[in-house]
């Protein structure tokens, strides 16, 4: 008897992770290695982890999902502009599919790769979830009954550049005042500089518990935009779930409890948001789950059935 | 040979709008009257409505869609708070089937229902369509493959209540800067009093092209927030067709111009936004079509499938 397995890579700026999902959506193999730049790379590097992890599955393989950042096309499977890896542009799955012998290869941006295998990691009931993925940048992936909302050009859930205060700060996007410029990784690494290698939130939300009142300030900046974020994808799609997601996620509750009392504080204010019980639609993505793996490899599925 | 009718009713704060819709999809008749305040009478006007559009083909008549302001739980068929109607709380769709001898009838938000009359009226194959109901108030109805998106709590769209210049205005919700203060009808009203009946949009835009300095200083607040609201429907569901719709898109074109002007000049300045083709998108509701009692009755055929 055979079974139906599914292949989904997830290639970030420093490693690549990649899983093998059975036929009833469950992870049964998981590898990773040091991701290369490289548009050539990258290419050998996706098709050398999809026959790893596949292992003797590999005939049984039905479709390889692949989540990236940058530039995607889930249509043509064409990718560019990612900085991270050095890639202008590449032909991702018609060159992934080329190495592996004809499986068919789909490609989604990282985000709602993201997005989906949260959504499917945390949830089965839900008609919407959105994904909010304070990473470096800031972007949403939208999930609706189960699959993945691109919208008309591939912009749903990009709300990192939905100008929010026409006072604060210049974009490199051109805009003024984007939620980018305040609640991504990069935006609060500049507002609260460590000096160190470590990640800015967690020094930031514990200097702010122990009363430092400079921390306090960037924290209440950060925690507004982020409560900006929050409402944006409340009061635009009203999911029944919210998850976090992105590096700083990695902060862990403490950074759900911040983002909790923000929504919390500004639902005393205006009974229409408290009637919204934003709160308790928060969740944090799973911390050590190959999220975006999962989700690429979900993607894949749903463009070949 | 019989065929499958159904009745869409629009109530206003001023008039009641209902149409007879064939089984294509078609609007066979259209009558009007004047709103009168109270439940009952909500109710006793609904219903005689039903039967004045149906005139003979009532017994055909497979159900009755309602589309009213107010907070509307489509599920249950109960409407509170219709502050115009003198309407505290009322089974509508309950009362209104009562009536008409136990026809099936459906209750559907206001703006969601001129969301899905415009989407039926202007568009066959679009994805997504959002309406942008610039009325008294600010909201978006949200279309996706031809059906009303809700939400988890039925505040899909809601985006008059997000905050976008903390520095600005007080909101009666108990939020600050919120999209409403500044970019619906009443808040235009305030910021350009006409002193007369006349709607005050059509005389701010006709100033403003005059040369008149205070008409510009306020339009140009206006505009902003206009290009807020469609830039949070964009980067959020990302919609084919984006359509302006409420009482302040019977200034017609010049009003879809001032908004593009607006996109555009961001564009210029953004080129992610540049790529969106925002402009583009923008259609005005169709004028002179009864969007709401259409899309009433095609809520009510969805539910009723």
């Known amino acids: ?34 991701a290369r730049g490289g548009a050539d790379r990258v290419v050998a590097d996706c098709a050398r982890l999809a026959r790893m992890v596949a292992g003797p599955y590999f005939p049984e393989v039905q479709a390889v999902g692949i989540g990236i950042p940058g530039q995607v096309d889930p249509t043509t499977g064409h ?12 032909e991702l799955a018609r060159l992934v599919s080329q190495a592996l012998g004809g499986v068919p290869v789909h490609v989604e941006n990282d985000v709602n790769a993201a997005a989906l295998g949260a959504a ?3 949830d089965r009931g839900s008609e919407t979830v ?38 604060r700060f210049e974009c490199p996007c051109g805009q003024r005042g984007c939620l980018e410029t305040v609640c991504s990784g990069a935006a609060v690494a500049t507002l609260w500089p460590t000096g160190k290698d470590d990640p800015p939130m967690p020094d930031l939300l514990a200097k702010a518990k122990a009363g430092d009142p400079a921390a306090q300030r960037v924290l209440a900046i950060v925690k507004h935009a982020m409560g900006d974020a929050v409402q944006m994808v409340t009061q635009s799609v009203d999911p029944e779930l919210i998850v ?7 902060t862990g509750q403490p950074l759900l409890d911040a983002i909790g009392e923000e929504v919390q504080a500004r639902g005393r204010r205006c009974p229409f948001l408290e009637s919204l019980h934003i709160a308790g639609r928060l969740r944090l ?3 050590d789950e190959p999220i975006g793996a999962v989700g690429a490899a979900l993607a894949a599925v749903h463009v070949s059935v």
């Open 1 to 34: 008897m055979t079974d139906s397995y599914t292949v989904g890579i997830d290639v970030g700026g420093t490693k690549i992770e990649a899983v093998l999902v059975d036929g009833m959506g469950v992870v049964r193999v998981c590898e990773r290695m040091a």
């Open 79 to 90: 990718v560019a502009n990612v900085v991270n890896l050095a890639i202008v542009d590449v």
């Open 120 to 122: 499917h990691m945390l």
């Open 130 to 167: 959105a994904f909010l993925n304070f990473g470096t940048g800031l972007a949403a992936g939208l999930v609706y009954r189960g699959r993945l909302l691109h919208g008309a050009s591939g912009s749903a859930g990009e709300i990192g550049h939905i100008p929010v205060d026409p006072n």
């Open 244 to 250: 976090v997601g992105g590096g700083m996620a990695k």
């Open 285 to 287: 993505a799973p911390p």
